[in-house]
């Protein structure tokens, strides 16, 4: 077996490689960084020293040509092009949620990762928090819940963003960035349809933050029968209720814009006589895993207990569950498909919405 470390080429270098990416592909003594990509040229410059790399480039095809890259994390903007061109030169992907924006973008994807014989799969990195295990383990003990519930209203991003330094040089043309925001708000709002394009920015909520959501719930429950209820009660925000093949009922709820100094989101689950809530904390925090709490029955009294997952970051998982399928052959469990099965979802629930032909994002 192949002992080499893993070469992992950077696509997109913002935010989220910074925070949680690039420190785990550096520290992990199986991976390291064969390249960095970003439209940014301050960016590369600056992390590029930092990590001492030196293949930096802002187009990502040049990376993807080199045999010193195995695989390849996407955190850009836009994946779906970045990905199919890693898949076609033979590259293990990671690609951050949601795998595209659309389902008919993601498609062709899954199946070609397929046929191409790589690893893929999306960074849905909650299904790695040993909390979310834990807890997933507790829910199937229940039985048949009567409801579940899913809620996400997010929280203060800005306190935790600061808790790390990040590079940031105002250095990409600003038309650059508008070309690209509006190529997919065009390729959005021909998905929608003239009916639901109204719904864009609600439909953005879903795929940039209820995405986790809908793979969490995924993770636990498979795939909903339908969408039997959905609307929109903020700028950015919806309530939903999803049916379950076996008729059980699931609010979900999701926004963004709430101003919490605590992250806000969970999934509980009732059964005839516990309850078992899975309490998410702040996707950047590190060593910081999901608490499950547990009602029930204490002899003939109510008892409460929480379960804390070992104290490991969930990115920092999902790095060496991606490193195992690579080195094992093992097929990911979060592969692309369930970022397609994401999507479709996410498209239901919007279209589950009455027709509107106004926008009706703030
Ligand atoms: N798993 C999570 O919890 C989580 C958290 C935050 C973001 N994300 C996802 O990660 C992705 C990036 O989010 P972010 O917050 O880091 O955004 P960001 O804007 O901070 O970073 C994106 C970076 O990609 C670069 N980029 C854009 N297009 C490019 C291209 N064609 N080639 C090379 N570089 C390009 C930009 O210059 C920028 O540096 C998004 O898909 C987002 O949904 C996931």
């Known amino acids: 077996m192949d002992k080499q470390p893993i070469g992992v080429g950077v696509i997109g270098c913002g935010e989220i490689a910074q925070l949680m990416h690039l420190p785990y592909i550096h520290e992990l003594p199986d991976l390291r960084i064969a390249g960095l990509c970003d439209l940014s040229p301050g960016t590369l410059a600056a992390l590029g020293d930092h990590y001492g790399v030196a293949t930096r480039t802002t187009d990502y095809r040049e990376l993807l040509s080199?045999?010193?890259?195995?695989?390849?994390?996407?955190?850009?903007?836009?994946?779906?092009?970045?990905?199919?061109?890693?898949?076609?030169?033979?590259?293990h992907v990671l690609v951050e949620k949601p795998l595209a924006f659309t389902s008919e973008e993601a498609g062709p994807l899954v199946s070609a990762a397929d046929d191409a014989g790589i690893v893929a799969m999306v960074g849905y990195m909650k299904l790695y928090d040993p909390g979310y295990e834990i807890g997933v383990e507790r829910i199937r003990q229940l039985g048949k819940p009567w409801s579940i519930h899913m809620h996400?209203?997010?929280g203060r991003f800005d306190?935790?963003?600061?808790?790390?330094?990040?590079?940031?040089?105002d250095d990409i043309p600003v038309e650059t960035l508008a070309a690209g925001r509006q190529a997919v708000d065009d390729r959005i709002a021909t998905m929608l349809g003239p009916d639901h394009a109204g719904y864009a920015g609600l439909y953005l909520t879903l795929l940039m933050l209820g995405s986790h959501d809908l793979a969490v719930l995924r993770g636990a429950f498979g795939v909903p029968a339908a969408v039997a209820y959905a609307r929109q009660v903020g700028p950015y925000q919806l309530h939903a209720v999803l049916e379950y093949p076996d008729g059980v009922p699931c609010t979900l709820e999701v926004g963004f814009g709430t101003q919490y100094e605590w992250w806000d989101e969970w999934l509980a689950v009732y059964g005839v006589s516990e309850e078992v809530r899975i309490a998410f904390a702040n996707p950047y925090l590190r060593h910081a895993s999901a608490a499950v709490h547990v009602r029930e029955a204490f002899g003939e009294g109510p008892s409460d207990r929480v379960l804390r997952g070992s104290p490991d970051t969930a990115f920092r998982r999902e790095w060496m569950h991606f490193l195992d399928c690579i080195r094992t052959g093992r097929?990911?469990?979060?592969?692309l498909a369930d970022g397609l099965a994401d999507l479709e979802l996410a498209r239901d629930i919007i279209k589950a919405m009455p027709a509107t032909t106004k926008k009706v994002s703030g």
């Not at 695989?71 to 898949?87: K, L």
């Not at 097929?331 to 592969?335: A, E, F, I, L, V």
């Open 66 to 91: 080199r045999p010193d890259v195995d695989a390849v994390v996407v955190g850009t903007y836009d994946h779906a092009n970045v990905v199919a061109d890693a898949i076609a030169t033979g590259k």
């Open 152 to 154: 996400d209203f997010a």
């Open 159 to 169: 306190r935790y963003g600061a808790l790390y330094s990040q590079v940031r040089p």
């Open 331 to 335: 097929p990911p469990r979060t592969p």
